[in-house]
């Protein structure tokens, strides 16, 4: 966990003009979390602020862990990062098929930070990669040998009523709740009507409650008794459909959260550098 | 005939013998004084349960269907909240431990301690005065320094913040998963949430210090709200929520 994450954060919205027109390639994938260290003047006038840019062609697929961290033990030969790794690659299949952009946090087993080789990627990195996309939704993979199904999570956070000015790096998800619970409905009733078992609820699994887009947990259990019916093609290919399927007809429908105006006590975030180093959440 | 030398000898032995019996009853006897001056003493454990067994709700987690239901159990509890708190949820992972639970988890003490914090959290102290108590015995809590600009607030007055600290060889052996750990803390919150209501968040350590997650996934480093984690009862704060 890096320092950065840590330290409060303005909210990364602040992006350049290029990306307030849905562009056909992603952000560039950065090298630190997306959103920066606060450094607010004080607003002239209690305007309220742009909407938040979406790009509704960009889908973020984070599979979980890599590298020395295996994850579960799914079987006695299969670990969860190697589920997690086949599913994203069969769900870009299936999205770029269906004209989206996808992001993935990591394309080989040990993910790495982009223009720093071989630094090692943190949960904050992968938030940071994700929340540059500006994308229409983020899906965590996970993978787990119990239970059975899919097992899809939204964040714990309550929800707020925007997206503020200055936003915490911990609780960056409050302002997306709203449209990260519309979408995990919408994605329950279509594993329900493909017929696949599926449990829906709330979770605190790191990083997603610091994403800014609508976020989901997509846990992938085994199909049946047997552990290593993970790994069978046809019911990975069933799960990747499916959520491509509802995908298509969720990028017409996010809607980013308002933004709240900056309060005119704002004038007090005259913040140095070295004060957004040493924030503390 | 014997020998003069002999019967010296034989004699002494005697002597011997007798003066060690008479020391071994003697030595007996102290020890029986021991034990029974340790019996007369109060020596039972802090944590012991002192009072009648009484009715407890478990939030009990089901790996099937992803719930937490509630049951009823009748349970001795020490009177300290502290060790009632550490009792209840040794007595949850033990429900856990048992052949056949819907949610399988290693046995073994799972709890090292947990720690009853008055919220808020900074400069503050409990108010002993008697005005200061409130229903249900809780008592406020008064600045003593200055204060953080943005403490953790308690919801009413009295409300508490719960420390529990985890042994690392219950979470090392804890099932890995976003559901299962998920389960796991769900149902430790729903209990103490039912059991003991002034208790209004709680946080975890593991043998004394943070980590990052429960067994790779659940995140231990937030402070979570302790509220109805049942099916029921999550299914309504959504609705408020929503």
Not at chain 1, 186 to 205: D, H, K, P, T, Y
Request: charged share 15%.
């Amino acid at each position: 966990m890096t320092t950065m994450g840590r330290a409060q954060v303005a909210e990364p919205a602040a992006a350049p003009p290029a990306q307030k027109s849905a562009p056909s390639r992603p952000a560039t994938a950065p090298s630190k979390p997306a959103a920066t260290p606060v450094r607010h003047a004080a607003p002239s006038s209690p305007s309220v602020p742009a909407p938040i840019p979406i790009n509704r062609t960009v889908i973020v697929l984070d599979p979980a862990h890599g590298g020395v961290d295996s994850g579960s033990q799914i079987s006695d030969t299969t670990v969860e990062k190697n589920v997690t790794l086949a599913l994203a690659f069969r769900l870009r299949s299936l999205l770029t098929a269906r004209g989206f952009t996808v992001v993935m946090t990591r394309e080989a087993d040990a993910p790495a930070v982009p223009n720093a080789a071989g630094s090692a990627m943190t949960l904050d990195d992968r938030a940071g990669i994700a929340n540059h996309a500006h994308a229409a939704a983020c899906l965590v993979l996970h993978a787990t040998p119990s239970g059975s199904g899919v097992h899809l999570y939204r964040s714990e956070l309550g929800a707020s009523e925007g997206q503020p000015t200055v936003v915490p790096w911990l609780t960056a998800q409050a302002a997306w709740i709203p449209q990260s619970q519309l979408l995990a409905n919408q994605m329950a009733a279509a594993f329900s009507r493909s017929g696949l078992a599926l449990i829906a609820s709330n979770a605190s699994v790191r990083p997603i409650d610091s994403l800014t887009c609508p976020a989901l947990v997509v846990e992938l259990a085994p199909s049946g008794d047997d552990a290593d019916s993970i790994n069978d093609t046809d019911y990975q290919q069933r799960v990747a459909l499916t959520i491509a399927g509802e995908l298509v007809s969720w990028q017409n429908q996010v809607q980013p959260p308002a933004r709240l105006a900056a309060a005119p006590s704002a004038t007090v975030v005259q913040a140095t550098p070295s004060d957004a180093a040493g924030a503390q959440p | 005939m014997i020998q003069r030398h002999q019967r010296i000898v034989f004699w002494c032995l005697v002597v011997c013998i007798v003066g060690m019996g008479v020391l071994l009853a003697v030595e007996r006897q102290r020890g029986r004084q021991r034990i029974a001056a340790l019996a007369d003493d109060d020596q039972t454990p802090l944590d012991a349960p002192t009072a009648m067994a009484e009715t407890v709700t478990l939030d009990l987690a089901n790996d099937g269907d992803g719930s937490i239901a509630p049951a009823s159990r009748q349970i001795a509890l020490p009177e300290d909240p502290n060790a009632r708190a550490r009792a209840l949820i040794d007595h949850l992972i033990a429900e856990y431990a048992l052949p056949g639970s819907a949610h399988a988890l290693p046995p073994g003490a799972a709890v090292a301690e947990v720690f009853l914090v008055p919220l808020p959290l900074v400069g503050y102290t409990t108010d002993s005065t008697s005005s200061a108590t409130k229903d249900g015995g809780f008592r406020a809590t008064v600045p003593v320094a200055q204060s953080d600009p943005d403490p953790v607030q308690a919801k009413q007055p009295g409300g508490e913040l719960a420390v529990i600290d985890l042994h690392s060889t219950f979470v090392n052996q804890h099932p890995s998963g976003v559901e299962v750990e998920s389960l796991t803390l769900r149902s430790i919150l729903g209990t103490l949430h039912a059991n003991l209501p002034q208790i209004e968040q709680v946080r975890f350590l593991v043998d004394g210090q943070a980590r990052e997650t429960l067994a790779g996934h659940a995140d231990l480093l937030r402070t979570y709200p302790a509220v109805d984690t049942t099916s029921s009862g999550s299914a309504a704060s959504q609705g408020r929520s929503n």
